[in-house]
Every structure is written in C-alpha cells, then in structure tokens.
C-alpha cells in the first residue's frame, strides 16, 4: 500500500539530547515537509523540501535540522538547541502540481523531560 | 503567502449542513484553494480543492465567491466522525509551500 509512515509513535528524550525523527513515503512524491503542533495550536511548517538534497525554511526552523537524501525519506532532527522540543510532529508530502492533495502520516508525540 | 481567517469555532446538529467560511482577500489569481480536517490526534486530510468554480466530491462541497476572496466549505450533513478541525489553506505558485492557519474547530452534537 502507498503512504506515509512515521516512526515512532512516541518518542522519549531527555533533555539535551538531539533526537532524530523519520518520515518515509512511497508515493513518488516531490514534496516532503515537517510540521510541529502544540496542543490546542494549528500545524507550524519546520522546514519542507522540494527536491533532493535541496530544503528549505519554514516559520520556526530554529533548533532543528533535515536532510534529503533519497526522495522517499526525510529526516527531521531536533537538537539540543530547540527551547521547548515537547510537541507533536507530523509529516507531510505532495506532488508538485497545485492541485494535488497532501497526504500526512499519523505524527510522532516526542516528550522530552 | 496569502492570509486566510476563519472562526475559531463552530457548532452544528447532527443530519444538519454545516458551512464553514474562509476569507483569503490577499489571494492571488493562480493559487488552489485546499480544505484539510484534522481529527483528535492525527494527522491532517485532504477534503477538497478548487481554483474558480465550485467543485463537489464525495465528502463534501466546496464554493468559491467570485473575487475568490472568500470560499464555503459545505458539509451535507454533518455527521459525528465530522467533528475536526477544518482549514483552509491557498497554495501558491510561487512554491510549493503549504502553510496552515488556526482552523475552524467543528463540533457536531448529537
């Protein structure tokens, strides 16, 4: 089946230590982003990349790193640099075309204490 | 990136059509207009696009004013698996940056 996985579900860390999340797809996808929800908040876009080995910014990229080394999978790392890295991470990919749909795996809870 | 605004909530009767507004006045001429929801503790879904006219698919209805400055997304009958929180986001040309507001928490009572 073609998707979007992301692993683990739940993640502990504890503080100061860079933790690194996957997200994985299968659907041929250009596009590839990362998000951040806190509870009660809208998705925050991290970083998103169009293509291989090329990423960029999104609204809160401090503290956090990707790569993209193979079209189907893109790492997200968070470092000991993030303030306040406790949330919901969720991933996402898409064609490049406007009008096709985004398709986001089930997100990963990290907890870090 | 163009700004959108939407309720922060909205509440609705089970079997009744909801309609959940979106203005996006600073939208430009070639930018989709995309609906996702967002159930407890998942992921966001794909609802519905569209770029001018109004467009239907099988989970709902989407209606688009004719300045695109606004658009509708329009529940048949809502029903309790339909309570999320709905955005509305325009997808520029300009990248292939997808950007979320706050959304539309949608509560459907039984």
């Known amino acids: 089946d073609g998707g979007i996985t992301q692993s683990p579900k739940y993640l502990f860390r504890k503080e100061g230590q860079n933790v690194t999340l996957s997200c994985e797809q299968n659907l041929n996808h250009d596009a590839m982003y990362w998000y951040r929800q806190d509870p009660g908040q809208g998705l925050r876009l991290i970083y998103y990349s169009q293509i291989v080995n090329d990423f960029q910014k999104g609204d809160i990229a401090e503290g956090y790193s990707v790569s993209r080394e193979k079209k189907e999978s893109f790492p997200l790392t968070v470092t000991s640099a993030q303030k306040n890295p406790t949330a919901f991470y969720l991933c996402?990919?898409?064609?490049?075309?406007?009008?096709?749909?985004?398709?986001f795996g089930q997100g990963t809870r990290l907890t870090v204490v | 990136d163009a700004k959108t605004t939407q309720p922060n909530s909205m509440e609705s009767n089970e079997e009744e059509p909801v309609h959940l507004p979106c203005n996006h006045s600073?939208?430009?001429?070639?930018?989709?207009i995309h609906w996702y929801r967002q159930l407890p503790s998942q992921g966001p879904e794909y609802v519905i696009h569209?770029?001018?006219s109004n467009v239907n698919n099988r989970m709902a209805s989407l209606a688009i004013a004719e300045d695109r400055k606004s658009s509708t997304l329009i529940l048949h009958r809502a029903t309790l698996r339909d309570a999320a929180v709905y955005y509305c986001i325009p997808l520029s040309a300009s990248g292939s940056r997808l950007t979320f507001g706050e959304g539309t928490q949608l509560t459907v009572n039984p």
């Open positions: 996402a990919s898409k064609m490049f075309e406007l009008n096709t749909e985004a398709f």
């Open positions: 600073t939208i430009s001429g070639t930018d989709y």
């Open positions: 569209g770029l001018t």
